[in-house]
């Protein structure tokens, strides 16, 4: 079993937001300052368009196989809305982008009183209505479900489920190793003075019309999480997510799931796995994981991605 601390790979976005620069400490974000929007930080990974390093500098995917690692972990911060978007599932993506599919899941770290995310169409709205508004430009977003979230939320994203985060959310992201998204709609902004490219035929192609695909439900919602003192949020093929809650010096001993990677990611507090100290927004994948004990130093909460 050997321990690998991690410096995550940054994504600067045009919606990105401060939080994460603030919250993370100043030598995993090498030479970025404030004043840069920073919209992810991709903590776990091995995908060529983002691989994240252990601290002495050695790139995930030399380390990892892709059957190891089928997972990507990411905390993500918004100071604007996301695109309107959709992501393809595993055949599709597989023919059309040579990468695997992307199912990803939400857990909502923290975001003021009404703000939340875009989710599933709303009831009734056909392919035919969608593209109609799409290629007029029109208010995309009003088609979509919009719920208001807090910390705690879970949500389940599907591939071919039509979402997008809304501004000022700070969440962590487990998802497939993929990095196809097709952008639906844009909220008719520009970017460097032009729109930023849409992928409507492909979307269109992958998105789930199906009402029951599209319910509150079908994301299998979640709330109050951080109220639990332990959680399975979700087991796909791909990934096992546990949200862990505990008081100062609780224990517990884990263990990997089959021969996938284990990654420990902190969102509060301050633990030790084995004899390494990891403080909140820091994150850990262990090779070969048996037996690793996880201690918190303080009241922590951490993920668990096996």
Not at 61 to 85: G, W
Not at 90 to 100: C, I
Not at 217 to 240: I, P, Y
Not at 268 to 295: F, P, R
Request: hydrophobic fraction near 35%; glycine fraction near 8%; charged fraction near 30%.
């Amino acid at each position: 079993m050997k321990l690998y601390p991690l410096r995550p790979y940054l994504t600067h976005k045009i919606w990105g937001g401060t939080r994460l620069i603030d919250l993370k400490k100043p030598e995993l974000l090498g030479n970025i300052t404030s004043a840069e929007p920073l919209g992810e930080t991709w903590e776990v990974s091995r995908h060529k368009d983002g691989i994240s390093e252990t601290l002495d500098g050695n790139k995930l995917n030399e380390i990892f196989s892709s059957e190891e690692l089928p997972y990507l972990v990411k905390f993500i911060d918004t100071s604007d809305n996301l695109s309107i978007q959709v992501h393809p599932g595993d055949e599709y993506a597989k023919k059309h982008e040579g990468d695997s599919g992307k199912s990803e899941c939400w857990l909502i770290l923290d975001a003021p009183e009404g703000e939340g995310i875009y989710l599933g169409l709303k009831d009734g709205v056909d392919k035919k209505q969608l593209e109609e508004e799409i290629r007029k430009s029109g208010q995309v977003n009003e088609l979509l479900n919009f719920y208001p979230v807090k910390a705690g939320d879970f949500f389940f994203v599907r591939s071919g489920s039509i979402h997008a985060i809304g501004k000022d959310v700070l969440m962590c992201e487990i998802q497939q190793s993929s990095g196809v998204t097709y952008r639906v709609w844009d909220w008719n902004r520009l970017d460097n003075g032009k729109p930023r490219e849409l992928h409507i035929d492909k979307a269109l192609d992958v998105i789930n019309f199906e009402a029951e695909k599209n319910t509150l439900q079908a994301f299998d919602h979640m709330s109050g999480n951080f109220s639990k003192s332990s959680v399975v949020l979700t087991e796909h093929r791909d990934f096992k997510v546990e949200l862990v809650n505990g008081e100062a010096l609780e224990e517990r001993v884990v263990s990997a799931n089959g021969e996938r990677a284990l990654s420990v990611i902190v969102l509060s507090g301050q633990i030790t796995a084995d004899d390494t100290k990891m403080n909140s927004y820091e994150s850990m994948i262990v090779k070969e994981c048996k037996n690793l004990k996880i201690k918190n130093v303080q009241k922590s909460s951490y993920i668990i991605v096996s």
